[in-house]
């Protein structure tokens, strides 16, 4: 079997996307999206894995990455125009439905797939990021803070002050990411700290230090962490962040009252009948799901969820891609029995 990864491109009037694919033409079809600030390489763990088990794998650059189109506003960025760009996907490969694998952002355009073309999903399943039927929007992740680990006072919008201090100050956040990607990708790209569970991530005082990493200009100077990324791998981000900058992939963060809208359009009230996978991070601070509320509405809106932890940090599938394979395919197997090769 050919597991060697090829290249491909769906282009339409209006967006191209750029893919990896990997695995048997043929196969059943399972697409894999990554979230910020990612790439299609993010899957590199998964997509020969399940090649090999027989399935058809493709992973696209998703919008404002890579070597797919880079829109020039922020409003190009918001989950509808993105959620276009995966069904044109899926018409370039010429398919009508496959299983949808998220995470990061990559989770709400899955979640945004099963929740508007259902009919697209033969199945859906996410890394980190939980389904909010309300949508992914500040006030509704907001409201699930862990109040215990972020008080009000000290932490008003808890772990997603980030998220703010994109809205307040984008050119800012842009511009310390772009001035020396090498660490930021550095930076960024750690392993999961069991230790930190039940204290505040760092992303609860964004705003307070002056921006990330503390308000510096660039990011620091920190060794690569090689249980999340080789050297190639790091080489791989820095050249695809390097060409197309980090104005693209910020500018997901700033469409929160579009995404919360979109969301509300959705039909049955946004509630999920197909099979739907969600893999909890143990160690992940941000998208924190093991103390706090975060999930619990995924879980009155899903009709056939199965709930797996990984012993992770936030870049899951890069840290713990046996795990998560495991995790994948025995759900596959088990809940999604007629998507199975052969």
């Not at 932890?309 to 025995?330: C, D, F, I, K, T």
């Amino acid at each position: 079997m050919d597991l060697e990864l090829r290249e491909g491109v769906v282009r339409t009037a209006r967006h191209a996307t750029f893919y990896l694919e990997c695995g048997p033409p043929d196969g059943p079809l399972l697409v894999f999206l990554h979230g910020w600030p990612e790439l299609s390489i993010s899957w590199r763990h998964q997509l020969p894995c399940f090649a090999a088990l027989g399935f058809r794998c493709v992973a696209p650059d998703m919008r404002g990455y890579g070597r797919s189109s880079v829109h020039p506003a922020p409003a190009d960025h918001a989950l509808e125009p993105i959620t276009q760009d995966m069904l044109e996907l899926l018409a370039g490969l010429g398919r009508d439905r496959a299983v949808w694998v998220g995470h990061d952002w990559g989770s709400p355009v899955v979640w945004s797939l099963a929740a508007h073309h259902a009919a697209r999903c033969v199945a859906v399943a996410s890394l980190c990021v939980p389904y909010l039927p309300d949508g992914f929007a500040l006030p509704h992740l907001i409201a699930l803070v862990d109040r215990r680990t972020y008080p009000e006072a000290d932490y008003p919008a808890g772990q997603w002050d980030y998220q703010l201090f994109y809205e307040e100050n984008a050119e800012r956040a842009r511009a310390v990411f772009d001035a020396d990607v090498d660490a930021t990708i550095r930076a960024l790209f750690r392993r999961g700290n069991p230790a930190a569970r039940g204290k505040p991530g760092r992303t609860a005082s964004i705003r307070r230090d002056g921006g990330w990493f503390g308000g510096a200009d660039r990011a620091p100077d920190v060794p690569l962490d090689t249980a999340v990324l080789s050297p190639a791998d790091h080489s791989r981000y820095v050249a695809a962040l390097r060409r197309t900058g980090f104005g693209g992939p910020d500018s997901w963060y700033l469409n929160h009252a579009a995404n919360a809208a979109y969301a509300a359009r959705a039909p049955e009230g946004g509630r999920l009948s197909m099979p739907v996978l969600f893999l909890h991070g143990a160690h992940d601070t941000t998208c924190e799901t093991m103390d706090s509320a975060l999930a619990t509405p995924m879980r009155a809106a899903c009709a056939d969820l199965t709930e797996v932890v990984v012993q992770s940090g936030h870049w899951m599938a890069q840290e713990q891609p046996a795990a998560v394979n495991a995790a994948l395919a025995r759900w596959l197997a088990q809940r999604v029995p007629g998507a199975w090769p052969g």
